[in-house]
């Protein structure tokens, strides 16, 4: 029998945590995707969202559609996000379109 020299029980217990975390965050997520409406569509504007253009055509053969589903699907979102809402600011379009550029540059 072969036995390894570089295992340790500090590797052991690393390894054993690497695993717990890699169990742990999808049957969280899944936790979580139980507890909110099953809808595929979330909007900060609920009143009138807007419409997917561009994708669209890409999206011919999705099993979901790319129109908005409506007021039924608005309520489920007010109930399962209710912190999601549309942030407004004191400044105006361009003025937000450069400080959004600005910040992309920083970034590279």
Excluded at 15 to 33: K, R, Y
Excluded at 58 to 82: F, M
Excluded at 92 to 100: F, H, N, R, W
């Amino acid at each position: 029998m072969f036995k390894r020299n570089t295992a340790s029980i500090g590797s052991a217990l690393i390894s054993a945590v690497l695993a717990i975390t890699a169990i742990a965050i999808p049957l969280s997520m899944m936790n979580t995707a139980k507890n909110v409406p099953p809808i595929h569509d979330i909007s900060t504007d609920l009143m009138n969202p807007p419409a997917f253009v561009a994708i669209a055509p890409l999206r011919a053969d999705a099993p979901n559609p790319v129109a908005y589903d409506g007021i039924e699907t608005a309520e489920q979102q007010r109930i399962g996000y209710p912190e999601l809402q549309t942030l407004r600011y004191d400044q105006t379009q361009p003025e937000l379109v450069a400080a959004s550029t600005q910040a992309i540059e920083n970034l590279g």
